[in-house]
């Protein structure tokens, strides 16, 4: 899956370059919104693969040295490494090995990182527009209609919620993501508070799309530890929700959605933690409450 970044560099040095770029969530937005004008325009004009390859090229080129950093890495680091710029992380690793390295080595290393860093704020950039432009089409349509299971193996189907509920909303996460993991008991407190007004959150994981029994032990443990109730849901990657969310680039992303089953507003990319995307939740959820 195409946010298993971490787990790639524990394994090898090879998959951590095809793997390089994972979903940057809230943090990565923060980073963007700091970059330049400069990596702007250049993120107007590459794709993402193409800034991906240039990821690649810039670690393969010095790829003995990398190697030394990659083994050297603390096992644990999991969440740091997703709530981070990727460059930073880099930079931060070769610092904790840099008495391995000669004064050249060590430039080299720390030199790559930061172009990687680079390239970071720009694909973040990208995943912001097209975050906004996802965010702009989907206004007003319908949520794509689903049939599935919950994580105990229950079959479900859309209309069990958006025709049984006032409001519902839905959150995607994954299990490595650490603003994911993070807002989970701020959506469990919203579930309850739902309640009372005919509404709940639903949460799909997307390392369990498809029905992956690990993804899904996974995603049950950390839900378990951090006291989540509220539903969580899988369907297949081939139907209309599958490719819906295929197209998400940052995480958590949240929707909101009406008794009609039409999306209101637009997503909230980042975790509700934080003030300003509470607030624009709330006014989601009121503003979904009203339609009749």
């Keep these: 899956m195409k946010f298993n970044r971490v787990t790639a560099l524990l394994l090898s040095l090879t998959l951590a370059f095809s793997l390089a770029a994972c979903g940057q969530g809230a943090s990565s937005a923060s980073s963007a919104s700091s970059s330049s004008a400069a990596s702007s325009a250049a993120a107007e004009t590459k794709t993402e693969e193409q800034l991906l390859a240039e990821e690649n090229e810039i670690l393969s080129a010095n790829d003995a040295l990398w190697e030394k950093v990659f083994a050297s890495m603390d096992k644990n680091m999991t969440e740091t490494t997703l709530s981070t710029n990727y460059g930073d992380f880099l930079r931060s690793s070769v610092e904790k090995a840099k008495d391995q390295f000669s004064?050249?080595?060590?430039?080299?290393?720390t030199a790559d990182a930061e172009k990687i860093r680079a390239i970071e704020e720009q694909i973040a950039t990208l995943a912001l527009a097209d975050a906004a432009a996802s965010g702009a089409a989907a206004q007003g349509t319908a949520f794509p209609q689903f049939e599935g299971k919950d994580l105990d193996g229950n079959d479900i189907k859309s209309s069990d919620f958006f025709k049984s509920n006032n409001v519902t909303v839905v959150n995607y996460w994954f299990s490595t993501c650490k603003p994911c993991v993070g807002e989970l008991p701020e959506l469990e407190a919203l579930n309850k508070k739902?309640?009372?007004?005919?509404?709940?959150?639903?949460?799909?994981?997307?390392?369990?799309?498809?029905?992956?029994?690990t993804a899904i032990s996974e995603a049950k443990?950390?839900?378990?530890?951090?006291?989540?109730?509220?539903?969580?849901?899988?369907?297949?990657s081939n139907s209309d929700a599958g490719k819906f969310t295929s197209g998400l680039f940052s995480y958590p992303t949240t929707y909101v959605v009406d008794k009609n089953g039409n999306i209101v507003g637009e997503p909230i990319v980042g975790a509700i933690t934080e003030k300003n995307q509470a607030k624009t939740l709330e006014k989601l959820i009121d503003q979904a409450l009203q339609v009749k």
Excluded: C
């Design 221 to 236: 443990d950390i839900l378990s530890k951090k006291g989540v109730t509220y539903k969580n849901i899988w369907f297949d």
């Design 194 to 213: 739902l309640a009372e007004k005919g509404g709940q959150v639903v949460g799909i994981n997307t390392f369990t799309i498809d029905g992956d029994r």
């Design 103 to 109: 004064d050249e080595e060590y430039k080299t290393l």
